[in-house]
């Protein structure tokens, strides 16, 4: 249990650099004149629907399954992206690799008109994709009209929502389902594109995993993203309604990360850091072992951007230099795209100016999560951490590397870095 004693010992809340800085710090500016650097562009999408609440999520969700609201929110969807293409792009041409990420809510949960109406202005729009991570619901049925949809723009990584496999835990938090239907499903989306599913560590009666290793074996997902339960205290009325939420004790949620790491590594995947795990030999993994295997919110990918463009409720753009947010309300959402007739008339929630030091530690952040290597003049910082968190390189100017244990402390480093920079 060295592993167990280990993260005990450097548990710390904080920050998971899927971006930087976190939202909680922007400074509230933002460049008046957006443009776009990256040869790349990455495209997210946010679909908030959802058929029920999930009591764990925080993820910002609308239970509807009304088409009205469906199309009404693609339609605002359809004028954003117009909007922020000619803000970017000044009627010039696109960047040629553009890909695609649907996230939410349930993607495959959109009504049938109002996901024709936005996938042919996305293809009208934009033409060709260069893949597309998609976030799906197992428990739906997949149409096949959706299926045929999603390959048609490259599908890349279906993820899906399993949680536990254990009926009893995940009906607690009001998700509900029939294995038999997920695995059926699970099964069909493997032959459209590679498949990862997220299971969370810490749910309330979550005691042991012992029926994991051969619901895995059932599923073989190409990667795993094994998450902690996030605190969503603005949903404690909804979590004590749907069920029992007494959550386990700081070292008890720990042994469930040790039991799940360990059926992981038994079943020949490759831990990465913060919770995702690759399958040996998959194409993941292979990008992962070449070093390009990138980290977003959105997903891995497997080449690195530093931009994206992102659409819908809440969502967070980030720029060369910048970073901003829509609205976190919905109704807010479609009330502020509504009333615009000019892109300079865009509404964000929030925004931030990236100083320079920002913009460091983030080629920082990709460097050590990405490379798995610390750049010379962090090298002396990191000397104050476990010495088996790293290994020496004969390269000067990263003269230390992330060892297979220091990637269960990824946060812990970059915590220290980011403390010594700012």
């Not at 891995?300 to 409720?313: D, I, P």
């Not at 300079?344 to 050590?368: D, W």
Request: aromatic fraction near 12%; include cysteine.
């Amino acid at each position: 249990m060295e592993l167990l004693s280990e993260l005990l010992k450097f548990h710390s809340p904080g920050n998971r650099y899927n971006y930087y800085p976190p939202a909680s710090s922007w400074n509230g500016k933002v460049t008046q004149s957006l443009t776009w650097e990256s040869p790349t562009l990455p495209l997210y999408i946010h679909l908030p629907f959802c058929r029920s609440l999930c009591t764990f999520c925080g993820c910002n969700i609308k239970i509807s399954n009304q088409k009205e609201d469906h199309i009404q929110y693609v339609e605002a969807l359809k004028k954003e992206l117009d909007f922020k293409l000619e803000l970017y792009f000044k009627g010039e041409s696109l960047p040629k690799d553009v890909s695609l990420s649907f996230g939410g809510g349930s993607p495959n949960f959109l009504h049938p008109e109002a996901r024709e109406i936005l996938f042919n202005h996305l293809r009208k729009t934009i033409g060709k994709f260069n893949g597309l991570n998609c976030e799906i619901d197992p428990r739906l049925p997949l149409d096949s009209s959706f299926l045929r949809e999603i390959k048609s723009f490259g599908a890349l990584m279906l993820s899906c929502g399993i949680q536990d496999f254990n009926d009893e835990i995940t009906d607690n938090v009001n998700r509900h389902r029939d294995w038999e239907s997920v695995l059926d499903n699970l099964k069909i989306l493997k032959k459209v594109g590679s498949l990862g599913i997220d299971l969370i560590w810490g749910l309330p009666l979550q005691t042991h995993l012992e029926t994991w290793s051969q619901k895995l074996e059932e599923v073989e997902p190409d990667t795993i993203s094994f998450y902690p339960l996030a605190p969503v205290p603005w949903l404690k009325s909804y979590q004590e309604a749907y069920g029992d939420f007494t959550l386990p004790e700081l070292e008890d949620k720990f042994k469930l990360f040790c039991l799940g790491d360990k059926i992981f590594r038994d079943l020949n995947y490759q831990h990465i850091g913060f919770g995702h795990y690759l399958k040996k030999g998959s194409a993941y993994d292979k990008s992962w072992k070449e070093k390009t295997l990138h980290r977003t919110v959105s997903g891995l990918y497997h080449t690195a951007h530093t931009e994206t463009l992102s659409l819908g409720v809440s969502a967070i753009s980030e720029g060369a230099n910048a970073l901003y947010q829509n609205p976190k309300i919905y109704d807010q959402y479609i009330y502020s795209i509504n009333k615009m007739n000019h892109p300079k008339e865009l509404q964000f929630e929030k925004y931030h100016q990236k100083n320079e030091l920002e913009i460091e530690f983030s080629q920082t952040i990709l460097e050590i999560c990405q490379a798995r290597r610390v750049p010379s003049k962090f090298s002396q910082i990191t000397q104050q951490l476990p010495k088996d968190w790293f290994n020496s390189s004969q390269d000067q100017d990263y003269p230390r590397e992330v060892s297979e244990q220091g990637l269960y402390f990824l946060k812990n480093i970059l915590q220290l870095i980011e403390k010594s920079l700012f």
